[in-house]
């Protein structure tokens, strides 16, 4: 990285870092230069005119939509794809930066590649080599999670870009942004992690809801989750819940088409829907039952993108929610596919 500019990793999900690099355009202006290394998905930025800390600063606070992560990019070093020649090219660059050589910190090394690198180096035996390195310098404690430093690399199949950044520095704490829930037992769906998801990111605790209305919700990998907070859960689908969902006390459910269903007026303090139709009748639907959410209660919708119109998607489907409901954050989660996440909350 050099002194007057940054020189970054840009990570996105598939088919969405165009929007990511437009997302980073928009707040720096025409300097700055992408190369792909994984198309549409993983890129190189260079900006001239910012430092690392520059970038961070503007990139977080702008709390970009698409762009789930980055990491700075240190150096970039020639390998044959041997961990052996790995951990010669980094041993004395790591032991040596500021962050390592004091000593007594928790140190993350995060590893990713592009599908054609060193096919016969996995992650784990990078990190694994990478972490022997790091201990010879006293107090330093190897970790996966909860680090004060991340490590990050970035294999090809002939050079290493590597990056030491804090992990707030880099948006997401884990490897590339990419969330990992372990799936449990008798899980009713995948869906359950995008909802699981967009409680971290946004902030919330659905333990301090009372009542949620779970609109589009079978199987019932939602209503489930919220169920588990202790939440009563009004669920409506045509489609079946899974019966382990159904048999819950706090539950009442309605198998219907959402627009049939005549609910208590400001009877719930959050509305979910992971429907995915397209954006304008999925508006429609939930501004019909907007009257039973109470003022400043939460929404959490899930907005489908259509082809190629990802920011115009999310422009309109915000206009159309005001007056009634204003946006409080949107962000393309991991377990998100083509679509995205809405935060938005109800007006007085
Ligand atoms: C992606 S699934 C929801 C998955 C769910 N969030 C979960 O965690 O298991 C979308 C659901 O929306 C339901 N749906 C579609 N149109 C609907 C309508 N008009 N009213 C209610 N639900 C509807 C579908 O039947 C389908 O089960």
């Not at 390195?133 to 330093?140: D, E, R």
């Not at 992690?193 to 919330?204: D, H, P, V, Y």
């Not at 819940?241 to 719930?268: C, E, I, M, R």
Request: glycine fraction near 8%; aromatic fraction near 8%; include cysteine.
């Amino acid at each position: 990285m050099s002194e007057n500019g940054a020189v970054f990793i840009g990570t996105s999900n598939h088919g969405f870092a165009q929007q990511a690099q437009e997302e980073i355009r928009r707040l720096f202006g025409g300097a700055v230069k992408y190369q792909w290394l994984v198309p549409g998905e993983v890129f190189l930025a260079r900006l001239e005119e910012a430092s690392w800390e520059e970038t961070v600063r503007v990139v977080t606070e702008s709390e970009p939509v698409f762009l789930r992560h980055l990491h700075p990019v240190n150096g970039q070093e020639a390998w044959n794809g041997s961990l052996e020649s790995l951990v010669e090219a980094l041993r004395e660059k790591l032991v040596r930066h500021s962050a390592i050589a004091a000593g007594g910190e928790r140190v993350a090394v995060q590893v990713r590649k592009t599908e054609h690198a060193a096919p016969g180096v996995s992650p784990s035996s990078v990190k694994h080599g990478l972490d022997e390195v790091l201990t010879v310098k006293p107090g330093i404690v190897p970790v996966v999670r909860e680090a004060e430093w991340i490590i990050s690399l970035f294999l090809t199949e002939d050079l290493i870009y590597w990056g030491i950044s804090r992990p707030s520095d880099n948006l997401s704490d884990w490897p590339g942004g990419a969330v990992r829930y372990r799936k449990e037992e008798g899980q009713v769906s995948r869906a359950k992690f995008k909802l699981l998801e967009a409680e971290q990111t946004f902030g919330l605790d659905f333990t301090q809801y009372r009542a949620a209305l779970d609109v589009g919700a079978a199987p019932g990998g939602w209503t489930s989750l919220l169920l588990e907070r202790g939440l009563d859960v009004t669920a409506i689908d045509p489609a079946k819940l899974d019966p382990g969902v159904l048999k819950h006390p706090k539950l009442t459910y309605y198998q219907k088409n959402a627009g049939d269903v005549k609910l208590k007026p400001d009877s719930f303090d959050l509305l979910v829907c992971d429907m995915s139709w397209s954006p304008r009748q999925m508006v429609k639907l939930i501004q019909g039952l907007l009257y039973s959410l109470k003022p400043g209660g939460t929404a959490i919708i899930t907005l489908k993108l259509m082809h190629g119109k990802a920011l115009q998607s999310l422009r309109e489907a915000t206009e159309d929610f005001e007056p009634q409901l204003s946006l409080q954050k949107a962000k393309q989660l991991f377990h998100n596919r083509e679509e995205l996440t809405l935060f938005l909350v109800k007006n007085g």
